[in-house]
Nanobody
Framework: QVRLVESGGGLVQAGGSLRLECEAS????????MAWFRQPPGKEREFVAA????????IVSDSVKGRFTISRDNAGRTIDLQMNSLKPEDTAVYFC????????????????WGQGTQVTVSS
């Protein structure tokens, strides 16, 4: 079992920045991917970014590329999402996720989820 706890959400004006952190505990050695998703109000959850431990590689969705970056700590227990140049359409609940799959799929089939953290961008 992997437990994920997000922090760092809040209210920010358009053009501002926020940094979200996801801390993993439990059987963290079993996770091969950690990712960020978000769910805007009234919409479905969508992929934001993911990090793959086995290849030390990452991927960021086109909708946030150039504004958001994902990083990890050396111990492999936290994964951060740095969000710059925020827009009102980035308003959402942001979720951290993890899985133990060895596939090449960054985008789906995540087994573990955090409780989410609210990000609100005012215009």
């Amino acid at each position: 079992q992997v437990r994920l706890v997000e922090s760092g959400g809040g209210l920010v004006q358009a053009g501002g920045s926020l940094r979200l952190e996801c801390e993993a505990s439990g059987r963290t050695f079993s996770r091969t991917y950690m990712a960020w998703f978000r769910q805007p109000p009234g919409k479905e959850r969508e992929f934001v970014a993911a990090f793959r431990w086995s290849t030390d590689s990452l991927i960021v969705s086109d909708s946030v590329k150039g504004r958001f970056t994902i990083s990890r700590d050396n111990a492999g227990r936290t994964i951060d999402l740095q969000m710059n140049s925020l827009k009102p359409e980035d308003t959402a609940v942001y979720f951290c996720a993890a899985k133990s799959s060895y596939s090449d799929d960054y985008y789906s089939d995540y087994d573990y989820w955090g409780q989410g953290t609210q990000v609100t961008v005012s215009s």
